[in-house]
């Protein structure tokens, strides 16, 4: 099965951030993506689904314990 491949406006939406962070962590090799360029022009890239659910599980941190 092909993975799942995920627009940069989705991917945005998915993180609740704007479009330029999205290629901020891009071009810091944070987030893989997809070129789908079929010619000389602008590329157009994807980020795979299973490379965002990556990026969100290393930058999740645990709770803070609570103090009694």
């Known amino acids: 099965m092909p993975a799942r491949l995920l627009s940069i ?3 945005a939406a998915a993180l609740d951030v704007d479009r330029r962070t ?3 962590f891009i071009a810091a ?3 893989p993506v997809v070129d789908l360029r079929t010619g000389t022009g602008r590329s157009r ?3 795979p689904a299973a490379g ?3 990026f969100i599980t290393c ?3 645990a709770a ?3 103090r009694r």
């Open 9 to 11: 406006p989705a991917v």
């Open 22 to 24: 999205v290629y901020r």
């Open 29 to 31: 090799g944070d987030l």
């Open 45 to 47: 890239v994807r980020v």
């Open 52 to 54: 965002l659910e990556e």
């Open 59 to 61: 930058r999740s941190v």
């Open 64 to 66: 803070p314990q609570t």
